[in-house]
């Protein structure tokens, strides 16, 4: 298999100009985290913050690392395959209201510091948040390939770095 590497698209613009309707509501309320990547401004942010109530859920269903893994894989790899069927049906490059990826990577940063008291779910928002826009090699060479794997994966590498951030500063701090 062979990944194209291109420049980020990420306004539906194209999809309004032609007046595709678009996936459908199950689609779309998957890969929009129920909605929340429509929100007009900061999509990627309020689907970080919308993947918190996840979090305590996770958290008071006494989740085990084992569990939030397996969880984690199952959401990567369906993310993968319908953001690449959605990308590739509608001409798309990891448009901005799919945030599963950015759920995929808070859950990712949490693993590394599984507890949910206010400063550590702040440090793993902001953590997460701030890997997620730098972008750091290799989520850098993700976010520019032209598939569902790297629309999902760059938030991956994110959420990895950003989980040894929260885990060195919760132990050194």
Same mark, same amino acid.
């Given at each position: 298999m062979k990944f194209k590497v291109v420049e980020r698209e990420t306004?539906?613009?194209k999809m309004k100009e032609q007046k595709i309707q678009g996936p459908g509501a199950l689609t779309t309320a998957?890969? $929009?985290?129920?909605?929340t990547g429509k929100f007009p401004k900061a999509?990627?942010?309020?689907? $970080?913050?919308?993947?918190?109530?996840?979090?305590?859920?996770?958290?008071?269903?006494?989740?085990?690392?084992?569990h939030l893994i397996l969880l984690i894989f199952v959401l990567y790899v369906s993310s993968v395959i319908v953001t690449?069927?959605?990308?590739?049906?509608?001409?798309?490059?990891?448009?901005?209201?799919i945030v599963i990826d950015e759920v995929i990577g808070m859950l990712i940063t949490w693993a590394?510091?599984?507890t949910v008291d206010f400063p550590t779910l702040f440090l793993v928002f902001s953590t997460f948040r701030l890997f997620?826009?730098?972008?750091?090699?290799?989520? $850098?060479y993700f976010d520019r390939l032209h598939h569902g794997i790297g629309t999902i994966t760059d938030d991956v590498v994110s959420g990895i770095y950003a989980g040894i951030s929260?885990?060195?500063?919760e132990h050194f701090i």
């Open positions: 306004s539906v613009e998957f890969l $929009s985290w129920f909605y999509p990627g942010t309020v689907g $970080s913050l919308a993947t918190l109530p996840l979090i305590f859920l996770l958290h008071a269903l006494h989740f085990n690392l084992f690449q069927q959605v990308q590739k049906t509608y001409g798309l490059h990891d448009p901005q209201w590394f510091v599984p997620d826009i730098i972008k750091f090699w290799p989520a $850098s929260c885990m060195l500063i």
